[in-house]
C-alpha cells in the first residue's frame, strides 16, 4: 500500500516509468500520448529534453542552493533579465517562487505592500471572478471563484469579492457582438469598485485565458482594454494570473500580448520551467517596484527556495529553447490544426456545445443538448468517465466538471507539448473521438 496521501484514495495510479516528447510509459509497457502536458499544461518541451537536463546537471556541479538574502546567481539574474526583456508594458522586476500558487500570493503580497508603501492602508478589497482558479494555498483559494475548491476550506478563507467571468458562449446575449459582450462584461467590475468604493479597492485579479475551471474560455474582444482603462481610472492594481496560459502556451510568450493590454503585476509558472524544475515568477511594474524601492527599501515577502539556482537553470534552458528552435510558430499552427480538426469532427455532434481556446490550450465543452446548451447532470460525471475511457485508449487529457457554476457543466483542456507534431494532433483528435463515441454509447 502506497505511503502517499494521494489526490483519489480509493483507486491505485499507475506508476509512470519514462517518457520521450508527447509519449510516456509506464511500467506495465502500455504507451500514452500526452495531450495534457504532463496533466496539467506543464511539460511545455515535452518529456526527457536533454538540452535542459543538461543545464541542470551543470548548475548542480556548480553550486545548488543559497538562500536569496545572502546571494544571487547568474542564471536567476540571466533569467529575469530574459524575462523582463520579452515582458509586455513597463514589467521591470521579478520575483521567483516555487509555482504557480506561491507566484500569485505574491502578486497578492505586493499588491498590498504597494498601497501600504504609498500610504493608502484602507486599500484592502480584492476582486476576482466566479469560475477561476488562482492556486492552492488558502489566500490563492480566498480569491479563487472554483466553488469545490474552495468549499473545504472557506472558513479559514479572507473576504473577496467575485464578479461573472467573461464567458462569451454562455452569457453574451442574442444578437450582441463580441465586442459589445466583452465591453458590458467589464462593466460590472465598474460597478463592483463603485459598490465597495474607490478608495477601498486595492486589487482586480484574472486570468486572461480561463483554464483549468472554465475550459481554455479566452477574453472576448474589447473585455481586457476596458478592465485595463476602469482599473486605471480608480487607481486599482490590475494583475493577470498567467499561471497555465503563459509561457507561450497560446502562441505569444505572454498570453495578454494577443489582447494589447498589460497589467501592473503578472504571475508565470507551468511552463515557465517546463516541468523540469518546480518554478514560478512574478514580474512587476515599473511603478509597484518604484513604490517599495522609495519606501521602505525592502521586499515584505519570501520563500526558502525562490530563486533556487537548479531551477532557474532549467526555466533559463526552456526559454532559450522556446524562442531558438522558433516553438511559438508550431503553437500557432499546431494549435489551429487543432480547434480546425475538432471542429471539422464533432461540427454536428450533438453533446459537443463549444469549442474554443488560442494556440496550444484548447477547451471542448459538452452538453446534454447542443441547441439549449443544456448540461448533463453531475451524477452522470461524464468528465471523469471522459479521463477514464481516454487512458484506457492510451490518450491524457484534463476533463473538468462544474465547469458552469461550480456544479453544472463538463469541458476538457487540451495542452499538448509545444513540440507536438502534425500526425501527433491528428492522433490526438482521433483518439479522443474513440474515446468520446464510447462514453456516450453509454449514457
Same mark, same amino acid.
Given at each position: ?20 516528447g508527447v509519449w510516456v510509459t509506464d511500467n506495465k ?233 498589460? &497589467? ?8 515557465? +520551467? ?6 514560478? !515568477?512574478?514580474? $512587476? /511594474? =515599473? ?16 520563500f526558502t527556495y525562490m530563486g533556487h539556482n537548479a ?87 484534463? &476533463? ?8 453544472? +457543466? ?6 499538448? !507539448?509545444?513540440? $507536438? /507534431? =502534425? ?19 453509454y449514457i
Amino acid at each position: 500500500m502506497s505511503k502517499i496521501l494521494h489526490r483519489t484514495l480509493n483507486s491505485t495510479l499507475s506508476v509512470l516509468s519514462s517518457g520521450r516528447g508527447v509519449w510516456v510509459t509506464d511500467n506495465k509497457g502500455n504507451s500514452y500520448l500526452d495531450a495534457s502536458a504532463g496533466g496539467v499544461a506543464v511539460t511545455c518541451l515535452g518529456h526527457g529534453n536533454d538540452r535542459v537536463i543538461a543545464a541542470i546537471a551543470r548548475q548542480l556541479n556548480e553550486v545548488s542552493y543559497f538562500h536569496t538574502s545572502f546571494f544571487t546567481s547568474d542564471v536567476a539574474e540571466e533569467l529575469a533579465a530574459s524575462l523582463v526583456a520579452e515582458a509586455p508594458g513597463d514589467l521591470s522586476q521579478v520575483v521567483f517562487s516555487c509555482g504557480g500558487s506561491e507566484a500569485v500570493e505574491a502578486a497578492l503580497k505586493l499588491a498590498r505592500q504597494y498601497w501600504v508603501e504609498k500610504g493608502e492602508l484602507g486599500r484592502t478589497e480584492v476582486i476576482s471572478r466566479h469560475q477561476s482558479y488562482h492556486g492552492g494555498t488558502l489566500g490563492t483559494l480566498a480569491v479563487g471563484g472554483n466553488i469545490p475548491r474552495r468549499e473545504t476550506y472557506s472558513p479559514l478563507l479572507f473576504s473577496a469579492h467575485f464578479i461573472t467571468p467573461c464567458y462569451q458562449y454562455r452569457l453574451a446575449e442574442d444578437g450582441e457582438t463580441e465586442e459589445e459582450y466583452g465591453i458590458r462584461a467589464a462593466a460590472e467590475l465598474e460597478g463592483k469598485i463603485l459598490e465597495l468604493g474607490p478608495e477601498r479597492v486595492a486589487m482586480f485579479i484574472c486570468e486572461p485565458v480561463v483554464g483549468a475551471t472554465l475550459g481554455c474560455v479566452p477574453a472576448a474582444k474589447g473585455y481586457l482594454k476596458e478592465v485595463r482603462r476602469i482599473c486605471d481610472a480608480y487607481g486599482v492594481v490590475l494583475i493577470f494570473d498567467e499561471v497555465m496560459c503563459g509561457a507561450g502556451r497560446t502562441g505569444t510568450y505572454f498570453s495578454c500580448e494577443y489582447d494589447g493590454v498589460f &497589467p501592473d503585476i503578472m504571475a508565470i509558472a507551468k511552463g515557465l +520551467g517546463g516541468g523540469f524544475q518546480a518554478i514560478g !515568477a512574478t514580474l $512587476v /511594474s =515599473e511603478k509597484i517596484a518604484d513604490a517599495i524601492q522609495s519606501g521602505t527599501g525592502l521586499l515584505k515577502h519570501g520563500f526558502t527556495y525562490m530563486g533556487h539556482n537548479a531551477s532557474c537553470a532549467a526555466a533559463l534552458e526552456v526559454f532559450r529553447i522556446i524562442h531558438q528552435d522558433d516553438l511559438l510558430s508550431n503553437v500557432r499552427a499546431r494549435g489551429h490544426q487543432l480547434k480546425s480538426e475538432l471542429e471539422r469532427n464533432f461540427a454536428d455532434h450533438p453533446h459537443v456545445g463549444d469549442i474554443r481556446g488560442r494556440g496550444l490550450f484548447v477547451g471542448l465543452e459538452l452538453v446534454a443538448d447542443r441547441k439549449t446548451k443544456k448540461c448533463f447532470s453531475p451524477t452522470l460525471k461524464v468528465n471523469g468517465s471522459l479521463k477514464k475511457r481516454a487512458f484506457a485508449n492510451g490518450l491524457l487529457i484534463y &476533463p473538468n466538471g462544474g465547469t458552469v457554476d461550480g456544479s453544472q +457543466g463538463d469541458h476538457v483542456v487540451f495542452s499538448p !507539448a509545444y513540440t $507536438v /507534431s =502534425e500526425e501527433e494532433i491528428s492522433q490526438i483528435v482521433k483518439r479522443f473521438s474513440r474515446s468520446l463515441d464510447q462514453v456516450f454509447h453509454y449514457i
